[in-house]
């Protein structure tokens, strides 16, 4: 049976282009009625692909188009439907986030790799860390810290130098960035389950803002945050590429 395929691409021209090319090719259906969604661009384009269709549990395989493409496929035009019949499943999980800011507007949204926050002026910030309501850690000094599900933990949490976490592990990673009280500190492993919350120490001196996935809030008193189980991210990879295989290979190279 021939899958019905809506194709998405990002605004580069490049993606444009093989977003032509792959239409006149198969075929173009709405997201709605699609058994699949082809997400051409980069690791970007590929959140926001997943963020915007989650509501229709349709399972996305993105194919790289852009600079980046950790979540992407290589591209190739000619044997599509015969990649996509093949193609291994992966199931990942967001985080949702609430926070408040300084004016008491409550701010909520969903990141598929993490949540981070970042100091937005010219002195650290300082934070509070909690764990499931208890205090864990009663002051951090340090650029930011963040909140990585593993899908995420080869992005910006790697390049804060925290772990990378296997998919499935049922692991998020705590880690801070450029921290300089406690200096030695090097961030945590947690259950999925934890609740995690910062609180933003001297706000109005020290202003902090907070990031769910290149969507940002500016000046932030606190954030909580925790995994949302029931919303389920369905990607497609190539067979012995998927996420797994990937995140082993990082940690060699």
Not at 63 to 88: C, K, S, V, W, Y
Not at 132 to 153: I, K, M, Q, W
Not at 159 to 188: M, Y
Request: glycine content about 6%; aromatic content about 6%.
């Amino acid at each position: 049976m021939t899958k019905r395929i809506a194709f998405l691409a990002s605004d580069v021209d490049v993606a444009q282009s093989a977003r032509n090319k792959l239409v006149a090719r198969y075929g173009n259906a709405a997201p709605r009625d699609a058994d699949v969604i082809v997400a051409l661009g980069g690791d970007g384009f590929m959140l926001r692909t997943l963020h915007n269709t989650q509501h229709l549990d349709v399972p996305v395989y993105g194919m790289n188009r852009g600079t980046i493409g950790f979540l992407m496929n290589e591209f190739h035009e000619a044997d599509l439907l015969e990649r996509l019949r093949a193609a291994e499943e992966e199931v990942i999980n967001p985080l949702t986030m609430k926070a408040m800011d300084q004016s008491g507007q409550v701010h909520e949204a969903l990141a598929i790799n993490e949540v981070s926050l970042l100091r937005a002026g010219p002195q650290a910030a300082r934070l509070k860390i909690s764990v499931n309501g208890r205090v864990r850690l009663a002051e951090l000094v340090c650029d930011g810290a963040l909140l990585s599900t593993p899908a995420g933990s080869t992005a910006y949490n790697y390049s804060a130098h925290g772990p990378i976490l296997p998919i499935g592990s049922d692991v998020l990673a705590l880690t801070a960035i450029a921290a300089f009280r406690p200096r030695r500190w090097r961030g945590a492993l947690l259950p999925s389950t934890a609740h995690v919350r910062f609180d933003v120490l001297e706000a109005d001196k020290r202003p902090v803002m907070a990031d769910a996935d290149s969507i940002s809030f500016p000046d932030i008193d606190w954030v909580e945050i925790r995994s949302e189980p029931k919303i389920r991210h369905r990607i497609l990879f190539d067979p012995g590429h998927g996420l797994e295989e990937r995140l082993t290979i990082e940690q060699f190279t």
